[in-house]
């Protein structure tokens, strides 16, 4: 059963910077009806949502009038980031604590406990680790909004890795928060159900310029077919930065390539802690329960830009948001190419500033590396302690 709740989008008034996330999400307490059904938001939400139309359309254009240097980006990370303490340093800001209520109702457990004390091995399991990065990055949006209301009143593109996209859809306004949430819950069972079919596994890879990553899966598929493994998968899962990979497919592929590492030009492979090959056709019988989940929940074109993961470009329409998120599962994150869409200048235009709203750094390393002019905008949000 999912909670009453959205997330809604403001519109200040004419002549002012508008927030594109709400500064009092309705966060109720009373329960929705049945996933099976089809869920709407609030009628005052609604009714929000229309009467913003046109100011939304003058939103967008005075943002691309805009100094670059004025604006902001917002970066949301996926599955792999967190750790236990996490929230630590939110639960003083407005509406995080109940967030963290609203995830009970709808996950059927203590998410802030989890995310809090752990224990470590419960979190970093797939089924959890994946709501615990959604709501930690959105609880993150808080404490910026509180500390630097600017960032949100400028920020003119969004990107989410993996699972982060759908925070970063939720404060685009693509998606209110208890909707996208549930469908986060279904998408992490359905992955971690996939996973357990095969043993797979995906694999961190920094190579040589000469690396040829697709021969290098050709040949550890080769390699499995020897082992009498039918129809192997070994493939790029994450465009990270130039020469940086995962690659992800059956476990016997990954210890070929950790083998010959060597020989394929690899400098450094690093197994990673997930339960299966995200973003291949492995997890292809996943596909179908996000699909049945995504035509239930309201989905509304992003108030700003967010870009998708599957291709590095920006979501058009309601309907485009619906095919890419199911396609993501089984195609490789091509983050290194959005961080060339987002931040790709003429010579001498200023950069944006960046906030990477969630748990870890990791998307600042990768943007360090993608686009280091870019990277001297860079803030990370802490999500740990108040003064971290």
Sequence with gaps: MLASVAVSMTAASRGKVRSLVSLSRRLSSSQRGSPDTAHHPPAETSALLRDSEPAAEEERRWRRRKDPSERSVFLFPGQGSQFVGMCRGLLKYPNVKDMFRVAQKILGYDLLSLCLEGPEEELMKTVHCQPAVFVTSLAAV?????????????????????VGEFAALVFSGAMNFAEALYVVKVRAEAMQK????????????????????????????????????????????????????VIAGHQQALDFLKQNSRRLEFMRTKPLPVSGAFHTELMASATEPLRDVLRQVEVRRPEINVYSNVDGKRYMNESHVRRQLVKQLVSPVKWEQTMHEIYERTQG????????????????????????????????????????
């Excluded at 040829?212 to 550890?220: E, G, I, M």
């Excluded at 598929?221 to 994450?238: F, Q, T, W, Y």
């Excluded at 943007?367 to 803030?379: H, V």
């Design 194 to 245: 996939a996973s357990e079919l095969v043993p797979s596994g995906m694999l961190s890879v920094i190579g040589r310029r000469q690396a040829q990553y697709k021969y290098a899966c050709v040949q550890a598929k080769e390699h499995c077919k020897s082992l009498g493994i039918e129809e192997p998968v070994c493939s790029v899962a994450n465009y990270l930065f130039p020469d940086g990979r």
């Design 142 to 162: 808080e404490r910026l909004n509180r500390e630097n209301p600017n960032a949100i009143e400028t920020c003119v593109a969004a990107a989410g890795f993996s």
């Design 349 to 388: 235009e200023k950069f944006p500033h960046t906030y990477e709203v969630g748990p870890g750094k990791q998307l600042g390393s990768t943007l360090q590396m993608c686009n280091r002019k870019a990277f001297k905008t860079y803030t990370q949000v802490p999500v740990t302690t108040y003064e971290d």
